[in-house]
């Protein structure tokens, strides 16, 4: 079964940065993370949980909600079986939990979050002075 493990929140003061990391274990035989897309998801209180940025499984195509583009790039490192979101500038409004997802498949669908079949436990993001 797929694992996925999420680190790198905290606490920060707005206009900082944070780098959270989604590490991917647990494949099926044959299969390694670059069969995977990959996404990133956040979720507020009282708010449905919103697609923040989606990566295809070759890296080539990403997709960012405009609320963060520019100012959030999201990465791979197959090898290492690690996704990444640098996340610079942050707003007290990037307040969240966030969720690294996945699925088998080439493409995303990053404003569905039924549509992926994977998720990690979730870490805490707080841009608060």
């Known amino acids: 079964q797929l694992q996925l493990v999420e680190s790198g929140g905290g606490l920060v003061q707005p206009g900082g940065s944070l780098r959270l990391s989604c590490v991917v274990s647990?494949?099926?035989?044959?299969?390694?993370?670059?069969?995977?897309?990959i996404g990133w998801f956040r979720q507020a209180p009282g708010k449905e949980r919103e697609g923040v940025s989606c990566?295809?499984?070759?890296?080539?195509?990403?997709t960012y909600a405009d609320s963060v583009k520019g100012r959030f790039t999201i990465s791979r490192d197959n090898a290492k079986s690690t996704v990444y979101l640098q996340m610079d500038n942050l707003k007290p409004e990037d307040t969240a939990v966030y969720y690294c997802?996945?699925?088998?498949?080439?493409?995303?669908?990053?404003?569905?979050?039924?549509?992926?079949?994977?998720w990690g436990q979730g870490t805490q993001v707080t841009a608060s002075s």
């Open positions: 997802a996945a699925r088998l498949a080439s493409g995303y669908m990053c404003s569905d979050a039924n549509w992926w079949t994977s």
């Open positions: 647990g494949f099926t035989s044959g299969f390694t993370l670059d069969h995977y897309a």
């Open positions: 990566i295809s499984k070759s890296g080539v195509s990403t």
